[in-house]
């Protein structure tokens, strides 16, 4: 590859500051600029100045440019392993370029029609808050750690009953500083949920693992199951099978709305019956499972065929 100087390619003395750097870029990038130049050369100068711009205006980046020498300039050469994996400065020419420098160069939105900056909106930022199932089923207050051009700052924020696994919730104007008169920008929270040891969420309806005994599947009756608020009784109908899902209405998760009464309303529990047969039992247990199996002449196989 041949060695460019950048340098060269904006114009200015190797000793330019930043400010002058950006000064001679804005005026290269608005003559010639593909959608404002007709000169046949004009795409291939915006991208070099773009390119030297990339560089020169990073101090890592161009000091490491700078070790490489202007005697360089026109021959060829091979940068070592780490120019390329750390200082590269080929490929796309607006990989490390901000945006409102290159609008700014081009007379859009950086500056206002008389030549005075105009306002921009400040910067949005992202986080992800993993939450406990029970906070996010009766919402919380937690405090959020910022680190922005504004320095450090702890935001308290209140997440609402109801929220699930996957939603976003926007704090409108608690992100970055505008410039020049611009709204501050938002902040994104993207909620994700801890791994609960009994429940599994699907939106606001929970799910866990029923455990019944072959006699409580067999006769039925009320067993006692879990809910985010304690337990409560479930009728299991005689003859309940492996499989079978039991639902509890209205004992799943918050949905953040409420009914014509103002209760709030909220989701299904559902037990996923499980039939646990004992790895052990006593003697007298296993008079009684010879005597059920005496009384019942199919076996489990050939009733399902049947």
């Known amino acids: 590859m041949k060695f460019k100087d950048y340098y060269a390619a904006l114009g200015i003395d190797r000793n330019a500051d930043l400010e002058q750097i950006k000064k001679a870029y804005r005026k290269l990038a608005r003559q010639y600029h593909p959608d404002v130049s007709k000169a046949p050369d004009a795409e291939a100068r915006f991208k070099d100045a773009a390119e030297a711009y990339a560089t020169l205006k990073n101090p890592e980046k161009r000091a490491a440019y700078d070790e490489l020498g202007s005697q360089l300039q026109g021959r060829d050469f091979t940068p070592p392993p780490q120019w390329q994996q750390q200082h590269q400065t080929g490929g796309s020419a607006f990989e490390d370029m901000d945006l409102s420098d ?16 105009s306002a921009q909106p400040g910067q949005d930022f992202e986080d992800t808050v993993h939450l406990d199932l029970a906070d996010a089923h009766r919402g919380r207050t937690l405090n959020l750690d910022l680190s922005d051009q504004g320095g450090a700052r702890t935001l308290e924020v209140k997440i609402p009953p109801g929220v699930r696994a996957g939603q976003k919730i926007r704090l409108r104007g608690m992100g970055g500083p505008g410039r020049h008169g611009g709204p501050a920008g938002d902040i994104y929270l993207h909620i994700e949920l801890k791994p609960h040891p009994v429940f599994r969420a699907d ?33 299991v109908a005689p003859g309940t099978q492996s499989g079978h899902k039991l639902r509890v209405r209205g004992r799943g998760m918050n949905t953040g709305k409420k009914d014509e009464q103002g209760l709030p309303l909220r989701g299904d529990l559902y037990g996923i019956v499980h039939i646990d047969v004992p790895a052990t039992i006593s003697p007298r247990e296993r008079e009684l499972y010879q005597e059920l199996a005496s009384l019942s002449p199919r076996s489990v196989r050939e009733l399902h065929k049947t």
């Open 102 to 117: 290159l609008l700014a160069a081009m007379g859009r939105g950086g500056m206002g029609g008389r030549g005075e900056p």
């Open 203 to 235: 939106r606001h309806d929970l799910y866990f693992d029923l455990a019944l005994a072959p006699w409580e599947a067999a006769l039925g009756g009320d067993v006692e199951v879990p809910t985010l608020e304690g337990s409560v009784l479930l009728t």
